[in-house]
């Protein structure tokens, strides 16, 4: 094992879940939506997208959502036979409905249109392309050392800030920094150290950018990003990174492949383990993206019986995506002891040849963006913002799932 030093020096957390109003009268925001869903009571959504893409994407929150698909074309051909359908699933009821489409401009006239029927519609601004951006900060620990998770959560990602002192760490974060740059600037953090847990395939990762900003060293595997055209620190199974005078609570990484050869997990003292895309509190990772399930999927197996088996039942997983708002618990964090995971999970407890069993069962095609967002992440392709944004719309596929 060796040991690395990056910095010095906790810092109070802060609050995960703030008031938010479904906005004025006529909109409401992707962050205003998703914290609103049941607060007072079921959240009613009126998407206007094709049959299609509601069926691939749609809004979900923590709280009860009830969600109507009448494509915008409808109300073009129809607008009375439309307002009309509308009218009778909402049974009276006069509490606001959010009307979604794909960027916000079908679905501003299909709520101005409804308004004019008497019916309180708000347009959610910048539609399913805001959804698939948004982030909320939520506190996870606090003390020696603190740990915040960032969740995307129309995209299902994942990601993470811990500190100590003044001095932070963040851990698979994604291309758009606002989120990172005001939760470090908030708790007077600086980023040392910026570190990609295994190459994603389904967001373009902000760990380079993140980096070159702040001047931090950026961590990955080699197994992973021995290609990459950009300056690297290669990370080595039980390294140790620690924060400054606590050493206490270090930071070891954990080699963790199966959904990539370079999966990483990383363990926070005892107590948290950040597991990428190797552990979700509902599934594992897939180890077919690549074409390779049963020769990863061995290794998958090796790592969640063999190379995690050090870590304590009590560690939190904490990973890099949710497979959706069941998974958020009261608090707002997505996580799950290790051990309930250990006794509860079908896929944790199989032996080698059912969880292989299990994996080709569940092979299916990989979004046509994987691999370029790969190449991207390794510094291959250049695109614009606009073109990132496309390729992750919708939610990650990286979970292994039989649906």
């Not at 539609?127 to 003390?143: D, F, K, Q, T």
């Not at 595997?221 to 609570?249: C, K, M, N």
């Not at 090796?302 to 958020?328: F, I, K, M, Y």
Request: charged letters at 25%; aromatic letters at 6%; proline letters at 6%.
């Amino acid at each position: 094992m060796t040991d690395r030093v990056i910095a010095t020096g906790a810092r109070a957390v802060v609050g995960c879940r703030q008031a938010h109003t479904m906005g004025s009268s006529e909109t409401t925001t992707a962050r205003a939506l998703y914290e609103g869903a049941g607060k007072s009571a079921t959240t009613r959504v009126l998407d206007v997208r094709n049959e299609e893409e509601f069926a691939r994407w749609k809004v979900e929150a923590p709280g009860p959502i009830e969600t109507m698909n009448r494509p915008y074309f409808a109300f073009l051909e129809s607008e009375e036979e439309s307002v009309a359908a509308v009218k009778k699933w909402l049974g009276g009821r006069s509490d606001p409905l959010v009307v979604v489409c794909a960027k916000g401009g079908s679905s501003e006239f299909v709520a101005e249109l409804l308004r004019g029927q008497k019916i309180d519609a708000r347009n959610l601004v910048g539609g399913m392309a805001a959804w698939g951006e948004e982030s909320i900060g939520c506190p996870v620990a606090s003390g020696p050392v603190s740990v915040w998770q960032i969740n995307r959560f129309g995209k299902g990602c994942l990601s993470y800030v811990v500190a100590a002192g003044s001095d932070a760490v963040v851990v698979d974060p994604g291309r758009s920094l606002d989120p990172y740059r005001r939760l470090l600037e908030e708790n007077h953090l600086v980023p040392r150290a910026v570190f990609d847990t295994h190459l994603h395939a389904d967001h373009v990762s902000g760990a380079p950018a993140l980096a070159a900003e702040t001047g931090a060293g950026y961590y990955a595997s080699a197994a992973d990003f021995g290609g990459a055209a950009f300056p690297y620190t290669p990370i080595e199974d039980r390294e140790t990174v620690r924060l400054g005078r606590v050493t206490v609570t270090p930071l070891v990484f954990l080699s963790a492949p199966g959904h990539t050869p370079g999966s990483t997990a990383l363990l926070v003292g005892d107590g948290l383990l950040l597991t990428g895309d190797t552990l979700f509190v509902g599934s594992v990772g897939r180890p077919d993206l690549a074409g390779q399930a049963v020769a990863w999927g061995r290794e998958l197996h090796a790592t969640l019986h063999r190379r995690l088996a050090t870590v304590p039942d009590d560690a939190l997983v904490l990973p890099a995506h949710s497979e959706g708002p069941q998974e958020v618990r009261a608090d707002g964090v997505v996580g799950e002891r290790l051990g309930t995971l250990r006794r509860g999970s079908p896929l944790m407890q199989a032996d080698e040849p059912a969880f292989l069993e299990e994996i080709v069962q569940a092979v299916r095609p990989a979004p046509e963006a994987y691999d370029t967002i790969r190449a991207i992440n390794l510094g291959a392709r250049a695109v614009d913002d606009e073109t990132r944004a496309t390729m992750e719309l919708g939610r990650n596929e990286c979970a292994l799932s039989r649906r």
